[in-house]
């Protein structure tokens, strides 16, 4: 009997801005959408807990070679705090385990606060995250009730903005640098006023060079492949390169472009003296990105397939 092929979807290249919505993990989020868009292969750029919505870029096919440029660019998030309660977890997902007063803070106090964890800070990850110890989540060891040492990471907190404060709840738009746990931050941010304090909302806002104003909603892709309209939901994807537009364009002549896709470093006329830069054919189609090397020759690092 002759086995049946299975079915390996259609072969998409870009990116997607998602506006994840409350309750789906990063990973469920991906995996609906795949299948919404029936794409042959997706991949997402930087985890979101269920509790936290907003922008998630969904790379497709070959744009899935860039998303590490993604994973490692900055990104901003609203945030809200209740101050006062402590939680195992930090978020409103877990148990309460400490209540204190809160003083009758001044947002002038507030800020003064804030202002301290501007700059390259130490984190402790919390127990309740995707690192892993010998292959297992922290996470799962937290839930059997283990707790193990973590190493301190630096991290660096370009901006916090947007502060406002109406009795205990504190909200503040939060620039920062990959890596940071939001959490950890609230959870420093009300130990530092003496009262504790835990998310209870938590919204990204941006990522690199993106923003959620140009994200689209779970639901509207759902409403149109209910439809079949796969036109109208390829629609919402943009070129790969989109993500990397803050970088140097390099145009290549035919010539280099030959070499460069045998891995071969060319020199480019013009090009920067140091960085990564993005390649292009003559006739404008995006090849990849490449990185300059100390004696100024283009040496390439990802290239695509993508027409």
């Given at each position: 009997?002759?086995?049946?092929?299975?079915?390996?979807?259609?072969?998409?290249?870009?990116?997607?801005?998602?506006?994840?919505?409350?309750?789906?993990?990063?990973?469920?989020?991906?995996?609906?959408?795949?299948?919404?868009?029936?794409?042959?292969?997706?991949?997402?750029?930087?985890?979101?807990?269920?509790?936290?919505?907003g922008?998630?870029p969904?790379c497709?096919?070959e744009?899935?070679?860039?998303?590490?440029?993604?994973?490692?660019?900055?990104?901003?998030y609203?945030?809200?705090?209740?101050?006062?309660?402590?939680?195992?977890?930090?978020d409103?997902?877990?148990?309460?385990?400490?209540?204190?007063?809160?003083?009758?803070?001044t947002?002038?106090?507030?800020?003064?606060?804030?202002?301290?964890?501007?700059?390259?800070?130490?984190?402790?990850?919390?127990?309740?995250?995707?690192?892993?110890?010998?292959?297992?989540?922290?996470?799962?060891?937290?839930?059997?009730?283990?707790?193990?040492?973590?190493?301190?990471?630096?991290?660096?907190?370009?901006?916090?903005?947007?502060?406002?404060?109406s009795?205990?709840?504190?909200?503040?738009?939060?620039?920062?640098?990959?890596?940071t746990?939001?959490?950890?931050?609230?959870?420093?941010?009300?130990?530092?006023?003496?009262?504790?304090?835990?998310v209870?909302?938590?919204?990204?806002?941006d990522?690199?060079?993106?923003?959620l104003?140009?994200?689209?909603?779970?639901?509207?892709?759902?409403?149109?492949?209910?439809?079949?309209?796969?036109?109208?939901?390829?629609?919402?994807?943009?070129?790969?390169?989109?993500?990397?537009?803050?970088?140097?364009?390099?145009?290549?002549?035919?010539d280099?472009a030959?070499?460069?896709?045998?891995g071969?470093?060319?020199?480019?006329?013009k090009?920067?003296?140091?960085?990564?830069?993005?390649?292009?054919?003559?006739?404008?189609?995006?090849?990849?990105?490449?990185?300059?090397?100390?004696?100024?020759?283009?040496?390439?690092?990802?290239?695509?397939?993508?027409?």
């Open positions: 009997m002759a086995r049946r092929q299975k079915n390996r979807g259609r072969p998409l290249d870009g990116i997607l801005l998602l506006d994840k919505p409350l309750g789906l993990s990063s990973n469920e989020a991906l995996q609906q959408i795949k299948r919404m868009y029936n794409a042959k292969k997706a991949g997402h750029t930087g985890s979101l807990d269920p509790l936290a919505t922008l998630l969904i497709f096919g744009a899935t070679k860039i998303s590490a440029f993604l994973l490692d660019s900055n990104k901003s609203l945030t809200e705090c209740q101050l006062g309660v402590k939680t195992d977890c930090g409103t997902e877990g148990e309460v385990i400490e209540r204190r007063d809160v003083p009758d803070f947002l002038e106090q507030i800020q003064d606060v804030l202002n301290v964890f501007i700059g390259e800070i130490d984190q402790i990850p919390p127990m309740h995250s995707a690192l892993k110890k010998d292959g297992v989540p922290l996470y799962k060891l937290a839930r059997q009730g283990i707790e193990i040492e973590r190493d301190t990471r630096k991290v660096s907190i370009f901006s916090i903005s947007d502060v406002s404060l009795g205990d709840q504190l909200k503040f738009l939060v620039h920062c640098s990959k890596g746990y939001i959490r950890t931050l609230a959870e420093d941010i009300g130990e530092k006023l003496g009262c504790g304090a835990h209870t909302a938590l919204r990204r806002v990522v690199g060079v993106f923003n104003q140009n994200a689209v909603s779970f639901d509207t892709i759902k409403e149109l492949r209910d439809e079949k309209a796969f036109a109208a939901l390829d629609e919402f994807i943009m070129p790969m390169q989109q993500a990397l537009s803050e970088w140097p364009g390099l145009e290549l002549t035919n280099a030959y070499y460069l896709r045998q071969q470093p060319v020199l480019v006329p090009a920067p003296t140091d960085g990564w830069v993005r390649l292009f054919e003559k006739q404008g189609d995006f090849l990849g990105v490449g990185e300059i090397l100390d004696d100024g020759r283009v040496a390439p690092r990802k290239l695509v397939n993508a027409a």
